[in-house]
């Protein structure tokens, strides 16, 4: 039996990798839904190739262009964010992958957990954002979230079988991205382009500038505390400048498990939709001759200060990560578009954590109103 996808957000960088796989994997997977925000070039591209049965642009303005270049297929055309949360519902899914950017995978995913569907996530900000909620609803649900993030999926690789035994904690690596060993000073008039080239990982530009601010790094502790259930002082972030070691589990007899290999958002993605399966890849293998030194460091929490703010909003919970991620979007957007500088993000973060009302026990409206309040406040805070 073929697994049936959805793919939600499939003109991103994920989700052109998933069809890839797709692609190289016609025995296991087919394409049930594509969704995508703005990009309808590569939407009907992708249609024509990989034939799903709906597609839904989320920008409403691109709908009658999208209809008008599929017209000779028979597939179901819809636009609009609403017709993305529904079009998950749909009963011929067995699988949704939500790969959209930042706080938009939320709603659909909501909706997808509560219609049963298996989650493969690689939108990690849904986790950050309403973490609590999400792991209730999918108890309840009794669906599983099987995370893509290379991280998360190394840890979940290290737990297989490991379902009775307690976690002492987890080591969660981080390579440091391009301004690794820089200091504060160097950071003050980092540029755009430079923050834009990431050493080891081919990824959206959100994403890498996450990577280089380190928020990604904070980002990935919220999201392992609530994928894995654990407590804020069992998560550690471990620089890795190789991207080797994947990430690492230690158990109660001091044993620690690491998944490693070379870094290929291919394998966690397979990883995710063929689980418990491993399916055989012609991806290029790992050598311990190619590389004699794998070398670890702290983070410098005084320079890559994002962190240390993931780490606070981690404590704190209710709804300061939820805060913390709509100002960190903002913040990213601004910098993308020249209007503030590198460490200018982090002051915008920290403003906002302070200023917007903390509530300890937040239900989904006390969130959707947070992000739409930090949003607000912290666009005030750009000149
Ligand atoms: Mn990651």
Redesign the pocket.
């Known amino acids: 039996m073929k697994k049936r996808i959805a793919i939600l957000g499939s003109t991103g960088s994920i989700g052109t990798q998933t069809l890839e796989v797709v692609r190289e994997n016609p025995d296991h997977f087919e394409v049930e839904v594509l969704t995508a925000n703005n990009n309808i070039d590569l939407l009907i591209k992708q249609t024509k190739e990989f034939k799903p049965n709906t597609v839904v642009i989320a920008d409403e303005s691109k709908y009658d262009d999208l209809v008008h270049a599929l017209e000779k297929l028979p597939v179901k055309v819809y636009a609009g964010n609403e017709a993305i949360s529904q079009i998950v519902e749909m009963d011929t899914i067995d699988i949704v992958l939500t790969a959209m950017v930042g706080y938009s995978g939320l709603l659909p995913t909501i909706n997808a957990i509560k219609s049963g569907k298996t989650i493969a996530l690689a939108n990690?900000e849904t986790l950050v954002v309403a973490g609590e909620m999400i792991q209730k609803l999918a108890f309840h649900h009794k669906v599983s979230i099987y995370p893509v993030?290379?991280?998360?999926s190394a840890i979940f690789q290290c737990l297989v079988g490991e379902g009775q035994n307690a976690i002492e904690k987890i080591m969660l690596t981080a390579s440091g991205g391009p301004f690794r060993g820089k200091n504060l000073q160097f950071l003050k008039s980092a540029t755009k382009e430079n923050a834009l080239k990431h050493p080891n990982?081919e990824m959206g530009a959100k994403?890498t500038i996450d990577s280089a601010t380190m928020m990604?790094?904070g980002l990935?502790a919220i999201e392992a505390k609530w994928l894995f259930g654990l407590n804020p002082n069992q998560i550690e972030v471990v620089v890795h400048p190789q991207s080797i070691v994947h990430s690492a589990v230690m158990f109660e007899d001091g044993s620690i498990k690491a998944q490693m290999g070379l870094p290929n958002m291919k394998l966690p993605i397979l990883y995710a939709l063929s689980f418990p399966d491993r399916v055989k890849t012609e991806f290029p293998r790992f050598s311990f001759w190619d590389y004699p030194e794998l070398t670890f460091e702290k983070p410098d929490l005084k320079s890559f200060r994002n962190l240390a703010l993931a780490f606070e909003a981690m404590d704190k919970c209710g709804n300061m990560p939820c805060i913390l991620n709509a100002a960190n979007e903002i913040a990213v957007d601004a910098f993308l578009k020249d209007k503030i500088g590198f460490c200018e993000m982090t002051d915008i973060i920290e403003q906002s954590m302070q200023k917007i009302a903390y509530i300890k026990h937040p239900e989904l409206d006390d969130l959707i109103n947070t992000d739409k309040e930090t949003r607000e406040y912290s666009k005030t805070l750009i000149k």
């Open positions: 990690k993030d290379s991280e998360h990982w994403i990604n790094k990935e």
